[in-house]
């Protein structure tokens, strides 16, 4: 199994910038592929971004295309999520998922969840 811990969340304000962080634990010998999601309230939750295990691959959802990065340093095994220009409907809980096969853009298909961090865009 993977275990993966969010950080980097918090209030920013409209058109600023973070960075998420996910670390991972566990079985990370087992090149996993990484995706964060979001989910605000009374929403479904969304893929916002993926990778591959090698980086090769990554996916961005339109909502956020052009304004985020997705990376991953597999000798420090974490991964981030560059967000900027960020708008007030970026806000939501944030998270980050794990998945051992399969396309990274199957949001259906990741095995692995951490807890979420909550990132709040002011306006």
């Known amino acids: 199994q993977v275990q993966l811990v969010e950080s980097g969340g918090g209030l920013v304000q409209s058109g600023g910038s973070l960075r998420l962080s996910c670390a991972a634990s566990?079985?990370?010998?087992?090149?996993?592929?990484m995706g964060w999601f979001r989910q605000a309230p009374g929403s479904e939750r969304e893929l916002v971004a993926a990778?591959?295990?090698?980086?090769?691959?990554?996916y961005y959802a339109d909502s956020v295309k052009g304004r985020s990065t997705i990376s991953k340093d597999n000798a420090k095994n974490t991964g981030y999520l560059e967000m900027s220009s960020l708008k007030p409907e970026d806000t939501a809980v944030y998270y980050c998922a794990a998945r051992q096969g399969g396309s990274v853009t199957d949001s259906l298909g990741y095995d692995y969840w951490g807890q979420g961090t909550q990132v709040t865009v002011s306006t």
């Open positions: 566990g079985r990370t010998d087992t090149h996993y592929r």
């Open positions: 990778i591959s295990w090698n980086g090769f691959i990554t």
